[in-house]
C-alpha cells in the first residue's frame, strides 16, 4: 500500500511538472504567426547609405575631390544588397552586406513576439573586412532614416547579431533602455544578468549606450541560429537559441528638445552592416502579455 502511495504521488508530481511546463508552453501558443517573409520581400523596404571604409568618424564622406556623398537611400532598383533564394521549402534572404543601410519593415508594430533565423555567409567588406561579422534586429524603429552616427538607420533599440556577441544592445540616436546588468569599470562595458539591478543606457547614461549580453549561446558559423524577440508595452527580452541573454524595460527616446518620451512601438529594421549574413523564418505575432516565466524575470 506504502508503495502504491509513493507511485501515486510521484506520479501527481511529475504531471504537476509537465503541466506547469505545458502551460508555460502554452502561454505564447494562442497567438497566430504572420509570416513577414516572401521572394519579392513585399512586406519590407530598404534603405542603403554608403559603403563605409576604415577611419570613418562619424562625418558623411566624401569622394577624392572633397565632396559630400550623397547616400544611396530608399528601394534605389541599381543596388541589390537583398535578394531572395529558395532552399527547399523555405525562401532564403541573402544580405550580401556590400553597403550599410537595412531592410525595414512595412508595418509599425506594438506588443509582439519576432522571430528570426540567422546564419553567416563568408564575405565582409570595407570596413569589417578584419572585424568580426555584424548585423542586428532594430526594434520599436520610428522617424527618418540616417539619423545615428552611421547614418544608416532611424532612431531604435538594437537587437545585435554579431560574431560572439549575439544579444547585445545598442541604442540608436537618443533611445534610451534600463537593462538588468553589471555596474561597468574602468573602460569595460556594462554586462547584462538576471541577478542584477537595472541600469540606464544612452548615449547620455553613465554606462554610455551598450550593454553585453549575459553569455554566448550562438551556434557554429555554418549553422542556423534562432533569436526571439519578445516585446510588451515598455518591456522586451533578447532570447538566443532558447536563452534568455537581456533583460529591458523602460523602452524610450528624447526628443529634439529634450523630453522623454516612451518608445513601444515602431517598425523592424533588419542590418545591412559589412557583413554577409542570411535569413529565414522570419515571423511575428501579437501577444497581450508576457508568459508567467518570462514575466518573473522583470
Known sequence: MRLNHIAIVALLILTSCASKKQQETDDYQKYEWENLIDSNLSQWDNYLSYQIQPGYNGSQPKNEQGELIEPIGLNNPSYHVFTTFQEADNVIIKNSGEYYGCLISKKEYENYHFQLKYKWGDKTWA??????????????????????????????????????????????????????????????????????????????????????????????????????LYCFKDKSLHVVNGRVVMILKNSRYQDSEGNTIPLTKGKIQLQSEAAEVLFKDIRIRKIDSFSKKHFALF
Open 127 to 228: 570596413y569589417r573586412k578584419n572585424l568580426l561579422k555584424d548585423s542586428g534586429i532594430l526594434y520599436h524603429s520610428i522617424g527618418p532614416m540616417a539619423v545615428e552616427y552611421w547614418r544608416s538607420w532611424m532612431l531604435s533599440q538594437e537587437f545585435q547579431i554579431m560574431e560572439g556577441h549575439t544579444g547585445d544592445y545598442w541604442s540608436q540616436a537618443t533611445s534610451a533602455i534600463d537593462i538588468r546588468a553589471y555596474k561597468s569599470e574602468g573602460n569595460l562595458n556594462p554586462m547584462a544578468h538576471y541577478s542584477q539591478d537595472y541600469l540606464p543606457i544612452s548615449m547620455r547614461s553613465p554606462y554610455k549606450n551598450y550593454c553585453l549580453r549575459s553569455s554566448n549561446y550562438e551556434n557554429a558559423a555554418d549553422e542556423w541560429n534562432t533569436l526571439d
